[in-house]
């Protein structure tokens, strides 16, 4: 069966034509961003759960949360400070708002939805956003960073979190970050 004006050329003409049209529109997008960047980012983050001030507060859990000692299905919001240093009174260089989840029966392990914020600095007004499994008795946590905003617009990249300080009787911790990103 012959169809009229598709020819095995007429489609491949289209199709370089396309082509075409899709490598303008993806130069003139990386024209107007500009080149990729790669940035690194050290702070910390202050999770205070007991105590006067506290940053992060609990507002659901599952009927059966306290019988699990991973405390499954706790469910806190968070407002945490971010220094760039250990100490609280360090220079604040923005907040981590977001929420965690117990999310695992039978080890110590959160779902984290973390937005980063920015208050000072050269990102002051940008943001970071964090999604994943933080498994907070490992050394080493590896969270991917999924998107940003301001400096860091379509950003993508990874976060490494490690334990500066952990208080057993209150639950408050200082966790150190690494993050690095790729953005435009």
């Known amino acids: 069966m012959i169809m009229k004006g598709y020819s095995p050329v007429n489609i491949t003409m289209a199709a370089v034509v396309l082509l075409v ?3 303008l529109a993806v130069a003139e997008a ?3 961003l500009g080149p990729e960047k790669v940035s690194h980012l050290h702070f910390y983050f202050h999770d205070l ?3 006067k001030n506290v940053t992060a507060v609990e507002v659901a859990s599952a009927p059966t949360t306290d019988s699990y000692f991973t405390q499954f299905g706790l469910v806190r919001v968070m407002d945490d400070p971010l220094t760039e240093e ?3 009174t ?3 260089v923005g907040r981590a708002q977001g929420i965690y989840v117990s999310s695992c029966q039978h080890r110590v ?3 984290m939805a973390t937005t980063f914020i920015f208050e000072s600095g050269k990102y002051n007004g940008s943001t970071l956003a964090m999604v994943g499994k ?3 008795f490992d050394e080493v946590r590896e969270m991917p960073i999924l ?3 301001g400096l860091f617009r379509l950003a993508r990249g990874y976060a490494l979190a490690r334990t500066h300080s952990f208080d057993l009787t209150s639950g408050n911790a200082v966790v150190q970050y690494d993050v690095t990103v790729l953005h435009y």
């Open 134 to 136: 933080n498994a907070v």
């Open 109 to 111: 392990q959160l779902l």
């Open 147 to 149: 998107g940003g905003s």
């Open 30 to 32: 990386k024209v107007k």
């Open 21 to 23: 049209f899709l490598y």
């Open 90 to 92: 360090s220079k604040l």
């Open 49 to 51: 759960v007991g105590g």
């Open 86 to 88: 250990p100490k609280a």
